[in-house]
């Protein structure tokens, strides 16, 4: 059954710290892997997308890494801001025939207090 | 604003009605998704529509219908509903099937069922 699992459940920094989320999968084949963040009562907005042979890729503040062998990635943040407040969501792609069923992890919840 | 809309913004009803849940992709955009995102289960696939015809269903009840009109505008009908259906339902829009489309959200719709 493809999973994708994400912790810290939940993290609360100050800020202007860095933090980094991480994000395991099961999926295979794999395809892409996406990291969503989700304001409260929002819907996601996509922040980055890795395929296979990618190894990072970055969106401002926010950088994502991919190693596809161990099935890993994390999104880092680095000086976060109050606007950073948010769930942050992993989601991963299967290669597999004509269908296309993402699985999606359940979020990390981020609180960035000043 | 993700150009994705979705109505009505909240709905409240009681257990054993039905409801549906429109939403109207970007413009240009040919496919539609819907989700479900209970507090427990974290954002759920239910089902993709591609210019109109069904292309991938993923954990979608069979008291849970949807189609797509000629308009690309499309409509998730929920049936004989259950308290356990409460969520926010969100549907999300891309430029085609592919799986590495992106998908833009719509702000969700809050169902309530009491």
């Known amino acids: 059954k493809n999973q994708v699992e994400q912790s810290p459940q939940s993290l609360i920094i100050l800020e202007g710290k860095n933090c980094t989320l991480q994000c395991n999968y099961t999926v295979s084949p794999f395809s892409n892997l996406r990291w969503y963040k989700q304001d409260t009562g929002r819907g996601p907005v996509s922040l980055t997308i890795?395929?296979?042979?990618?190894n990072t890729k970055s969106n401002g503040r926010y950088t994502a890494t991919l190693d596809a062998d161990t099935k890993q990635s994390s999104l880092h943040i680095t000086a976060s801001q109050l606007s950073d407040s948010a769930s942050y969501i992993c989601?991963?792609?299967?290669?597999?025939?004509?269908?296309?069923?993402?699985?999606f992890g359940r979020g990390t919840s981020l609180i960035v207090h000043p | 604003d993700s150009g994705v809309t979705q109505t009505p913004k909240h709905l409240i009803t009681a257990t054993g009605q039905r409801v549906t849940l429109r939403c109207s992709p970007r413009?240009?955009?040919?496919?539609v998704y819907w989700y479900q995102q209970s507090l427990d289960q974290g954002l759920q696939f239910l089902i993709q529509y591609y210019n109109g015809e069904e292309r991938a269903k993923g954990n979608i009840l069979e008291r849970f219908s949807a189609q797509q009109f000629p308009d690309l505008h499309s409509e998730l009908n929920l049936s004989s509903l259950e308290l356990g259906d409460s969520a926010l339902y969100f549907c999300a829009s891309s430029s085609a099937s592919g799986r590495n489309n992106e998908q833009f959200f719509g702000p969700g719709t809050r169902l309530t069922v009491l």
């Open positions: 890795m395929t296979f042979s990618e």
């Open positions: 989601v991963v792609s299967p290669s597999s025939g004509g269908s296309y069923i993402p699985t």
């Open positions: 413009s240009g955009d040919l496919s």
